[in-house]
Structure formats: C-alpha cells, structure tokens
C-alpha cells in the first residue's frame, strides 16, 4: 500500500487559521484516503505557527518566488511569516523523502498547500493561478501534488 501525504485540514484536523477544518465532500477522495496509507501534515503548524492564526497570503509572487527569496508571506496584520511557512514546507518534504512518497493531497488555494490557485496577496479574496510554497518545494523534488478535487487522479 504505498503512501500519500495528505493536508490535515482535509483530515479532520482543525488545523487552519480560523482553527477550523475543511471537509471534503468527494467520492474519489473518500476513495483514495481508504485504499493508501496516509500521512497526516500540516506545515503551518509544523513551522511553528500557532492555531488559530492571523490569515497570510503570498505577496508579490507565488511559491516557487518565497522559496527562491523573491516574495514573501505576509499575515494580514502585515506581519511577516515567511520563515514558518519555508520552514513548514522543507518539514513536509522531508517527511516525504523519509518515507519514500511520491504523491500528496493538499489543499486548494491555501498559501502553503494551494497546486492550483492561491490568494494574490491583497486579502481581497482574490485568486491567480499558482502554488503554495509547500506544493511548490514538494513538486520541485519530484512529489506529485493534486488538490482535494484531483483525488481521482490518485485512484489507481
Ligand atoms: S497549511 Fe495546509 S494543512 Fe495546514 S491548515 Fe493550511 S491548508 Fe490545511
């Protein structure tokens, strides 16, 4: 049964900002989660950050841009928790790699886990195309990431 690392948010586990969790209504996710083994993360929390916690989006770029020092993430107080979020992020790939997983379920549009979209940094609920730092570093070394909505792509 190979293994898959899974948002814990999508869990269960009331891990996000506002201290809530994000239920998935989906078949083929229900599907997935049954037939794998799945890890359980939340890289914000692993970073250090506390929950519940000040809502962050990346500004000025996408994931790939924090992890190279070219944007940063910015709570909405205007505090900046970049280095939680790397920090998070370099956790989860570790994880990955101590457990040889190749493929992860993380949350859509998240900061962190988004593979799809993310918030364009102006806390406006406005989104662009583009990953999360977490999906990002994960994709970077070759670990397949979908959303909560891609599940099926995951199903054999
Ligand atoms: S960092 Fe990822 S796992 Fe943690 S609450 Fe946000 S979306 Fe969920």
Avoid at 8 to 32: E, H, I, M, Q, S
Avoid at 74 to 79: A, I, Q, T, V, Y
Avoid at 97 to 123: D, H, M, V, W
Wanted: hydrophobic content about 40%.
């Amino acid at each position: 049964m190979s293994k898959i690392l899974v948002s814990a948010c999508l869990l269960g586990c009331k891990v996000r900002y506002d201290g809530n969790d994000l239920p998935v209504d989906n078949d083929a996710f229900t599907k997935v989660i049954a037939a794998h083994e799945i890890i359980s993360f939340c890289p914000e929390v692993a970073g250090g950050l506390s929950t519940p916690r000040i809502a962050a989006e990346i500004c000025g770029g996408v994931g790939s841009d924090v992890l190279e020092g070219k944007a940063k993430i910015m709570g909405k107080d205007g505090s900046d928790v970049t280095a939680p979020f790397i920090k998070g992020a370099q956790l989860a790939l570790q994880i990955c790699q101590e457990n040889n997983i190749k493929r992860a379920i993380l949350t859509e549009s998240s900061p962190s886990c988004g593979s799809g979209t993310i918030y364009n940094g102006k806390f406006a609920g406005d989104k662009i195309k583009g990953q999360g730092v977490t999906c990002a570093i994960l994709e970077k070394h070759g670990i397949k990431v979908v959303s909560q909505y891609g599940a099926a792509e995951f199903i054999n």
